[in-house]
């Protein structure tokens, strides 16, 4: 029985997000104790840089990987990752350009954004094959693999805080140690194996047209999509500066405690709803998006309700003290996610069933309510509460138009979703007390 538990994907999934997730939490509670509060901000204003061009990068190329590698034969296979490796270096390339021209023009003045212009281009090629290694073996749903590097990864950069406690480090010295232990990872990965670089010579016209087909509009929903986390810490930071953005920072952080076991279900479901898509199986696709969406939907409604018990101890354990101010913006943050299952689901599946430009339309939408009601809020009221229940409203539209798209192409049904959610969960305890009784 535990050996079967141990085997889940989905386990194996979440206590890959959970740790690793866990780690990151640990570095920021030690960056965010020896930091200065104007440090903290700009090396949270690098990170924010540096996750948005990232995510805008992989999502010309990753979810097409996935998406086509999951269920093909090993010839696509490896044509899919030859094809991929060459357009992701390409773009790394194209990149890396302007990041350096914008240095050197001197249009920026801020500390994290010049670092980023910097050191961007240097973490995107010496990180490439580790994030292969995670893409690759998510298709194979080997999530073992997985969690061992991302562990490891996560490891790495929180002794590197821990060592900062000890000596003294300014920003430079810890973004260089950031690209270190990535570099180290991808050595590990390459040496590990299933990074896919040797295929990028069986690169073919046909297969990059597939993929960059596919990363039209992914790509721009990608950017919109990461535009709605990054828009938050640009615009608090034009209006209101570094200090406001290390707030804000705190409860942002907290966020990764509700989209772990988001993340952790998406890494498996994705390849399993791509393969229904790819194999014709409506059917079992939409029973499938609708259970996942059910399970997790009504697991989150209690899940919150714990984390607002705790958000006051959870927001002084993890930036002391000097950030009480935003216990109310992680309470807001907790409606957030009631809807955040919902959102990310349908999203995921509208890429899925190779309909990334309704996807792209969904995110749009989102990003405008978004960027528009943090300039209003920001601007009038000078309020990082507002900008959270502003996040509280971008994340309900995304959920009502998924909904509406995916209803017209799969007939995604609310009573099947929640019936299939009780249901599933119901049965899952009854299973569990049947075993208890034979075993």
Known sequence: MFKKIISSKHLQS??????????????????????????????????????????IKSGIV???????????????????????????????????????????????KLGGVLLFLLFYPLYAILSMPFFYFLWNHQVLLEFKKITILRMFNALGFLLVCVSSIFITINLQQLITMHVVVFTTSSVLAIFWGNTGYSHLFKTTKST???????????????LGSNLLKSSDVFIIGAFLGPVAIAIYSVPLRLVE????????????????????????????????????????????????????????????????????????????FLIYGLFLPFDRLTGITLDAIGLPKLNFYKVVIMAAVNIAGDIIVIYYFKSLELVALVTVANVL????????????????????????????????????????QFN
Not at 21 to 35: D, E, K, M, Y
Not at 208 to 222: G, R, S, V
Not at 264 to 271: E, G, K, N, R, Y
Not at 409 to 435: D, M, P
């Open 14 to 55: 979440f206590i890959e997000q959970a740790g690793t997730s866990g780690f990151a939490v640990l570095s920021f509670i030690i960056l965010a104790r020896i930091l200065s509060k104007e440090d903290f901000g700009q090396w949270a204003l690098y990170l924010t840089l540096l996750t948005f061009v990232d995510m």
């Open 62 to 108: 990753k979810t097409a990987l996935i998406k086509y590698s999951s269920g093909c034969d090993q010839k696509e296979k490896k044509e899919l990752i030859g094809s991929s490796w060459f357009l992701n270096l390409s773009t790394v390339l194209i990149i890396s350009v302007c990041c350096y021209a914008i240095y050197y023009l001197n249009i920026f």
């Open 208 to 222: 990059l047209k597939k993929i960059i087909t596919f990363a039209k509009y992914h790509m721009l929903a990608f």
């Open 257 to 332: 405690l509700i989209e772990a076991p988001l993340k952790s279900a998406i890494s498996v479901a994705f390849p399993v709803l791509s393969a229904y898509d790819n194999n014709k199986n409506k059917r079992a696709l939409k029973h499938t998006l609708e259970k996942y969406i059910g399970v997790l939907t009504l697991l989150y409604i209690p899940f919150m309700a714990f984390l607002y018990f705790l958000s006051k101890p959870l927001v002084l354990l993890i930036g002391g003290e000097k950030y009480i101010d935003a216990v109310f913006i992680f309470q807001l």
């Open 397 to 436: 539209s995304g959920m009502i138009i998924g909904y509406l798209f995916l209803k017209r192409e799969i007939n995604l049904s609310l009573k099947s979703i929640f019936k299939n959610g009780f249901n599933t969960i119901v049965n899952y305890f009854k299973k569990k007390e049947l075993n208890k």
